[in-house]
T-cell receptor, first 119, second 117 residues
């Protein structure tokens, strides 16, 4: 149980285009989802926290208009990188937290990541 | 404020020898602590977690970690390394103070484990 998927697993796009990444909790409902960015050989950097049905909370230094996050349902959150540029190239990882009663309610389950390359 | 320090950016061991990955944390509260493993171009897999129960925590694949409050440490160990253990390992602390605001995880810088034949 507690499986999180991401789609696509990798994407290559031209500079100036927008890219949408989906994060789905497959076998549980996630009240909270998190989006991370990871540069090569570095740790994960939290970008934003999203709760279903409300606006995402962005970390300091993360551009809200650049990285649009939507958490429309308890099983789906999307990250849209708008007007992508080469410096946006990175590995993007989502996680989902059940947040309700149950054995793993406060644990985050991670997706497999999405490799974005902007040419 | 909470923080996590992984004392080694890279550890190299021979197959069959013990593994020790060191982690120290700073917390004003009773933290939850985790170790995650990440293989290249993959997501994170939970190895084990400490949540104020037994201080010696056993995880998957033969890994274990001991929570030592007096030393503010949560080192990860394994008696005998396997080639498949080669990966990046992250020590993570969860901030209980802001749990109700989303339960943020604070990541260490990561330790790359290499296993030589």
């Amino acid at each position: 149980g507690a499986v999180v998927s991401q789609h696509p697993s990798w994407v290559i796009c031209k500079s100036g285009t927008s890219v949408k990444i989906e994060c789905r909790s497959l076998d549980f409902q996630a009240t909270t989802m998190f989006w991370y960015r990871q540069f090569p050989k570095q740790s994960l950097m939290l970008m934003a926290t999203s709760n279903e049905g409300s606006k995402a909370t962005y970390e300091q230094g993360v551009e809200k208009d650049k990285f649009l996050i939507n958490h429309a349902s308890l099983t789906l959150s999307t990250l849209t990188v708008t007007s992508a540029h080469p410096e946006d190239s990175s590995f993007y990882i989502c996680s989902a937290r059940p947040g309700t009663s149950g054995r793993n309610y406060n644990e985050q389950f991670f997706g497999p990541g999405t490799r974005l390359t902007v040419l | 404020a909470q923080s996590v320090t992984q004392l080694d950016s890279h550890v190299s061991v021979s197959e069959g020898t013990p593994v020790l990955l060191r982690c120290n944390y700073s917390s004003s509260y009773s933290p939850s602590l985790f170790w995650y493993v990440q293989h290249p171009n993959k997501g994170l897999q939970l190895l084990l977690k400490y949540t104020s129960a037994a201080t010696l925590v056993k995880g998957i694949n033969g890994f274990e970690a001991e929570f030592k409050k007096s030393e503010t440490s949560f080192h990860l160990t394994k008696p005998s390394a396997h080639m498949s253990d080669a990966a990046e390992y992250f020590c993570v602390v969860s901030d209980p103070k802001i749990y109700n605001q989303g339960g943020k995880l604070i990541f260490g810088q990561g330790t790359e484990l290499s296993v030589k034949p």
